[in-house]
């Protein structure tokens, strides 16, 4: 492999000097790269904007309970859920932008997403009969059940990701589907198809998004309009715990359903989805860029997303929200802390691995091995002895 260095070469003429690639073009390997370092360096913002999401998100299930007290509490969960699942469902449609059909990349979404979704939404019902003593409790793998909704609804968005890449207008025709499910109270419960479509948005805005995209809103100026932003939110939500249905921010039922006239669900997926919009720009912008001493949970946050629901479950069925003492600031702010540091501990390496069977099996048995992946590993380990030899 390396004769060509020992062979007679002195009179050809010297290479032109190395060049940054034209856009579009891949760049040379890095030596990490060269040297079989396995992937690429992960990126600190997206793992630390998954922690930081994955946080509010428990946090808002942790308030569910509590808000009902609390006006304050209640303006706070609604801008939250107005913003932290579209924040991680864009970083979701932004890592999905490569996603074919090659049997690899299939096979990581049946171990990683389908897999997980069967296990979950056995174990969850499972749970509830024996923690609330419900016998009678369903198992159905057509009703997600709690959190299992977003990885029946990731599965079937990276599933139509090549469909996206195909039509001109991606985000358009997602946005009617949208409006079009919003009006639609027929869909029914199965496979949360209300979410999933009402959804959608955000996760085709993530497939159309580009590095650059992310740059923008990091920017020093619009870290500063953020502080404004977030205060304007939050006064606009302490104005509308009264008068507005915060079922509106789930996105899992039609305006027919929330008792809203049929109109009103077209012109509130475009209000909320603006609204997210800027609300989920001016997160980004307070992300750190850096690594920090969480950046290394942020592989870790479907861990920590569907292992807190039995945590959060456990506590409701066991009447624990129910001590009057939660009900006030103080025990309000000790709940939403005590849910911020269990979410840490399930991102964890230690619970990864306790709990990779179920979140990401290897299931070497259930596929065909790829012939041309064999082809490729048959000749490596052929390179491998003449590398030796020649060197």
């Not at 009902?68 to 932008?97: C, K, N, Q």
């Not at 056995?122 to 997600?144: C, G, M, N, W």
């Amino acid at each position: 492999m390396f004769h060509a260095a020992s062979s007679p070469g002195q009179n050809r003429a010297p290479l032109p000097p190395a060049q940054s690639p034209a856009p579009g073009v891949p760049s040379p390997r890095k030596p990490a790269e060269q040297s079989g370092t396995p992937g690429k360096q992960r990126d600190a913002f997206f793992d630390n904007a998954k922690y930081l999401a994955i946080v509010l998100v428990a946090m808002g299930h942790s308030w569910e309970p509590l808000k009902a007290d609390s006006r304050i509490l209640e303006a706070v969960y609604t801008v939250v859920y107005a913003f932290h699942m579209p924040a991680f469902i864009v970083i979701s449609g932004f890592f999905s932008r490569s996603f074919d059909m090659r049997p690899d990349r299939l096979k990581r979404l049946i171990t990683g997403v389908a897999v997980p979704y069967v296990l979950f939404e056995t174990a969850y019902p499972l749970f509830k009969r024996v923690i609330d003593h419900a016998p009678h409790q369903e198992i159905s793998l057509l009703d997600p059940w709690y959190l299992t909704w977003f990885l029946c609804a990731l599965f079937i968005w990276r599933l139509t990701t090549p469909i996206w890449k195909l039509v001109r207008h991606p985000l358009p025709l997602a946005l009617a589907l949208a409006m079009l499910a919003s009006v639609s109270p027929n869909i029914g419960d199965d496979l949360d198809l209300q979410r999933v479509l009402q959804f959608l948005p955000y996760f085709v805005l993530g497939l159309c998004l580009k590095q650059e995209h992310f740059r923008l809103v990091r920017r020093r100026s619009v870290r500063i309009v953020a502080v404004p932003v977030f205060a304007a939110a939050l006064a606009v939500g302490w104005w509308a715990v009264p008068r507005m249905n915060s079922a509106w921010f789930f996105h899992r039922d039609s305006a027919q359903e929330l008792g809203a006239p049929w109109w009103c669900g077209p012109v509130m997926v475009l209000a909320l989805f603006g609204c997210s919009l800027v609300l989920t720009a001016c997160f980004f912008s307070w992300v750190p860029g850096r690594r920090m001493w969480f950046t290394s949970l942020g592989a870790g946050t479907l861990y920590g997303y569907l292992l807190h629901g039995f945590l959060v479950k456990a506590a409701d069925y066991r009447g624990w929200f129910d001590h009057a003492w939660l009900h006030h600031p103080l025990g309000e702010i000790l709940v939403t802390l005590l849910a911020g540091a269990v979410v840490t501990v399930l991102c964890t390496k230690p619970v990864q691995r306790m709990f990779r069977w179920a979140m990401e099996p290897r299931m070497e048995w259930a596929f065909k091995q790829d012939a041309a992946a064999l082809a490729r590993e048959r000749r490596k380990a052929e390179q491998r002895p003449r590398e030796k030899v020649s060197a």
